[in-house]
């Protein structure tokens, strides 16, 4: 099996610039940048809270979509032939803030502080939190996040997670609210561990932001698809998940996203009892800042200008924590397009 190609550029080396630039962000737009600037001659460090490089390519999204092996001979080749270092199990930030696989980072390091000591930093920290659907009920024990479930079962599968974090799926009722990529893994991989799937979505399959081929991928492995359902509450026993309650839907106009408005029809509650919950409404961005230091947007976004430079001269930022949750495709495009501005800023050209 082939490696995944960060350094597509270049063979070998290029003669060293003497720059240093720092990437805070192991996933796919770091991985791509650093191919790109190594092969410009610039020195690349990577600093990254999780245990070995790779991001949500190899700690989330399932081996069908992307094999970790493909993810591993990209990033070691990345170490070997073009020598740049990582920083495993190390979190920058400035301010303080909980996100999904902060149980690894061992250190802590500022931004301030690369900022100090590299010439370049660029932020790619993508998206380690989920959104709370703040709903009645939506705190009981059963009710998983869906990064973190994906999380647990990756991460033992690559020998990080102990098997005990996984919960037993076998004959369960996994109710799934969503109908992006993530509700369609998390479905995925609760269907390959034994589990009874059903997928709850507001609006029809056309309107499905996975798409109609995935959902139907996933129907033929016997995922049931329930479609023009929003959930009201989470009906609990013993503090403990035993039911969804949900209110059928009927599309309204287009709202801001060109999609149809669900409207929920009153009166049409009905109950489906489930063992876990799945709210799959979507991921947040986690930029390594929790306070002013840069400029975000009221989603949590960092803010970039043309050049995908940041409010701070000489931080640059790139991928899904600009962007908000995209597919791995994007995040490559937007890693290679900031390390081409990052180049040209550092040798006075842009």
Same mark, same amino acid.
């Given at each position: ?39 410009? *001659? +610039? ?16 700690? &989330? ?11 591993? %001979? ?69 009710? %998983? ?10 991460? +033992? ?26 509700? &369609? ?32 991928? %996933? ?31 009927? %599309? ?38 929790? *306070? ?13 200008? *043309? ?13 899904? &924590? ?29």
């Amino acid at each position: 099996m082939k490696g995944m190609k960060f350094s597509f550029l270049c063979k070998k080396k290029p003669q060293p610039t003497g720059k240093r630039v720092a990437i805070v962000g192991a996933g796919p737009a770091g991985l791509t940048a650093a191919g790109y600037l190594v092969c410009k *001659g +610039h020195n690349v460090d990577i600093y990254d809270k999780m245990p070995e490089p790779g991001g949500l390519m190899l700690f &989330v999204i399932p081996e069908f979509r992307i094999p970790v092996e493909r993810v591993r %001979l990209g990033a070691k080749e990345l170490e070997e032939e073009f020598e740049v270092t990582y920083y495993p199990r190390t979190k920058v930030m400035e301010g303080e803030r909980l996100d999904e696989g902060d149980e690894f980072y061992e250190r802590v390091v500022g931004l301030d502080e690369l900022r100090e000591n590299y010439d370049a930093v660029l932020i790619a920290t993508g998206i380690w939190n989920v959104r709370r659907i703040g709903i009645p009920g939506d705190d009981l024990e059963g009710i %998983l996040s869906p990064l973190e479930l994906l999380f647990w079962i990756k991460g +033992h599968e690559l020998g990080y997670v102990p098997g005990e974090k996984v919960p037993d799926l076998k004959g369960k009722k996994v109710g799934i609210i969503g109908a992006g990529l993530t509700a &369609v893994d998390t479905a995925f991989e609760c269907s390959r561990l034994g589990a009874d799937v059903e997928i709850f979505y507001r609006r029809t399959i056309r309107e499905a932001p996975a798409g109609a081929y995935e959902i139907n991928i %996933l129907r033929n492995r016997g995922v049931k698809w329930f479609e023009l359902v929003t959930p009201k509450r989470v009906i609990g026993e013993n503090g403990r998940v035993k039911a969804i309650e949900l209110l059928r839907t009927r %599309l309204g106009k287009p709202d801001e996203t060109g999609r149809r408005r669900p409207i929920p029809i009153e009166g049409s509650e009905f109950q489906v009892p489930v063992d876990y919950l799945v709210f799959a409404i979507g991921m947040v961005s986690t930029p390594p800042v929790n *306070g002013e230091y840069l400029a975000t947007d009221n989603r949590g976004r960092i803010v970039v200008d *043309g050049r995908h430079m940041t409010s701070v001269e000489g931080i640059f930022a790139a991928g899904d &924590v600009v962007n908000g949750p995209t597919k791995v495709g994007r995040a490559i495009k937007d890693g290679l397009y900031a390390a081409v501005s990052i180049d040209e800023w550092l040798r006075g050209e842009l």
